[in-house]
């Protein structure tokens, strides 16, 4: 079974700048999420997304942060304009239902590496 | 300030020792508490998961062990590997719902 995949693994940019993540969850699974891990911390969950729709982006800086999950299957999450502290690494995970804290099962990506100079 | 605490942050060991690690929590209503592996540049892969009537679960050389009654958990990594260097997360589900919190982590590093 193919795992969740991300691109770009590795990107370095200017602030300002703009920057796009790809994620691909496994198939067949409903539910998928972007995290936020900024070196020597735990994942923070940025967005979650249950098919197409949004369940929670609390945690979203929305002002330069946006995601979305056309078709129920891929997202792309994006930063614009990029700051300092938006250095991180990226994760994206996926589960089969729509609760993984209740039990199921979360598969991680490998994540991005963002640094912003 | 993080509800999930982790210790120690880093941890050096040898080869073929075992070792333990750390988690105490204070959220409410507890869920589940899981521990995942995360190799460097890898993401977190889940070693077990426990709710809350599960005092203790194993995976290969990994025993997680679990007390609702203290909110504390613990890894405890048994003739330790150099592929066992990774992070160790601690992540505890608040109310049977998608809220996760996670802890920062022990990194652990074997060697030779």
């Known amino acids: 079974e193919a795992g969740v995949a991300q691109s770009p693994r590795y990107k370095i940019i200017e602030k300002r700048q703009s920057v796009a993540f790809w994620c691909n969850p496994i198939?067949?699974?409903?539910?998928l999420y972007w995290y936020q891990q900024i070196l020597g911390q735990g994942p923070k969950l940025l967005i979650q997304?249950?098919?197409?729709?949004?369940?929670?982006d609390s945690q979203l800086p929305k002002d330069r942060f946006s995601a979305e999950r056309l078709k129920g299957v891929d997202s792309t999450l994006k930063i614009q304009p990029a700051k300092l502290e938006d250095s991180a690494v990226y994760l994206c995970?996926?589960?089969?239902?729509?609760?993984?804290?209740?039990?199921?099962?979360?598969?991680f990506g490998p994540g991005t590496r963002l640094t912003v100079l | 300030k993080n509800q999930v605490e982790q210790s120690p942050q880093s941890l050096i060991i040898l080869e073929g020792k075992n070792c333990t690690l750390q988690?105490?929590?204070?959220?409410?209503?507890?869920?589940?508490l899981r521990w995942y592996k995360q190799d460097t540049g890898r993401g977190p892969v889940s070693l077990t998961i426990?709710?809350?009537?599960?005092n203790t679960k194993s995976n290969g050389r990994y025993t997680a062990t679990l007390d609702a009654d203290t909110k504390q958990s613990s890894l405890h990594i048994t003739a330790s590997q150099l592929s066992d260097s990774a992070s160790y997360i601690c992540?505890?589900?608040?109310?049977?719902?998608?809220?996760?919190?996670f802890g920062a982590g022990t990194r652990l590093t074997v060697k030779p």
């Open positions: 995970a996926s589960s089969l239902g729509a609760f993984a804290g209740g039990g199921g099962e979360q598969f």
């Open positions: 198939s067949g699974h409903a539910t």
């Open positions: 997304f249950q098919n197409n729709g949004v369940v929670d």
């Open positions: 988690c105490n929590y204070t959220v409410s209503p507890f869920s589940n």
């Open positions: 426990m709710t809350f009537s599960e």
């Open positions: 992540v505890v589900s608040v109310n049977n719902n998608n809220d996760m919190r």
